[in-house]
Nanobody, 128 residues
Framework: QVQLVESGGGLVQVGVSLRLSCLAS????????MGWFRQAPGKEREFVAA?????????KYADSVKGRFTISRDNSKNTLYLQMNSLKPEDTAVYFC????????????????????WGQGTQVTVSS
């Protein structure tokens, strides 16, 4: 299994940047992809961004964050990042890191069901 711990959330103003981190531990060699999802109050959890864990690192982004958010990884540190720029109030949510062992996750990196391991989440609040 893999354990995930997010960090980097906080209360920020509109337009600023924030970087989230997710440290993975345990059986990271079996990870095929990692991603970020978020859940706002009263809403369902939604896909934000994902990246394959090995090789070239294919990425996928939700339309709502394209051009503003960048997902990246550092395999040597077993760490996933989410650089968030030009933050908006609608980005306010709990952000969850997720890991997949699914060998076919690359068919749809944004599929919630393909991620079997989740962190506890980190709160991001964007104030106007």
């Amino acid at each position: 299994q893999v354990q995930l711990v997010e960090s980097g959330g906080g209360l920020v103003q509109v337009g600023v940047s924030l970087r989230l981190s997710c440290l993975a531990s345990g059986r990271t060699s079996s990870v095929s992809a990692m991603g970020w999802f978020r859940q706002a109050p009263g809403k369902e959890r939604e896909f934000v961004a994902a990246i394959t864990w090995w090789g070239g690192g294919s990425t996928k982004y939700a339309d709502s964050v394209k051009g503003r958010f960048t997902i990246s990884r550092d395999n040597s540190k077993n760490t996933l990042y989410l650089q968030m720029n030009s933050l908006k109030p609608e980005d306010t949510a709990v952000y969850f890191c997720a890991a997949s062992y699914d060998a076919h996750v690359g068919l749809d990196l944004g599929s919630f069901q393909r991620y079997g391991y989740w962190g506890q989440g980190t709160q991001v609040t964007v104030s106007s």
